[in-house]
């Protein structure tokens, strides 16, 4: 029997965005940050800014994921947030 947690539950369902495949796994934090954009703008379930949303949506994975993220990971989830200001013009 699988267990479903409440986390993995809101990134697939969230009234936030519709999320492409596979957006947090990628490697390079400035196609993560484009991905998220893309998603946000597109969304029509989407309660707030676009901005707001594709940034909550990257924070909340960076927090749920917590000590499972190794450093690298991190890293890169942290630039690709640094990556979503510029994209939005608010570095």
């Known amino acids: 029997m699988a267990r479903k947690y409440w986390s993995g539950d809101v990134t697939e369902n969230s009234n936030a965005l519709d999320l492409e495949s596979g957006v947090f796994a990628g490697d390079d934090p400035k196609a993560i940050a484009r991905s998220l954009k893309r998603s946000a703008e597109r969304s ?3 309660k707030s800014s676009s901005y ?3 940034m909550s949506m990257l924070t909340f994975y960076i927090n749920r994921a917590g000590k ?3 450093k690298k990971r991190l890293r890169v989830l942290e630039r690709a947030k640094e990556e979503l200001r510029a ?3 608010r570095a």
């Open 87 to 89: 994209e939005y013009g």
């Open 52 to 54: 707001r949303s594709a």
């Open 68 to 70: 499972n993220l190794s």
């Open 44 to 46: 029509k379930r989407r």
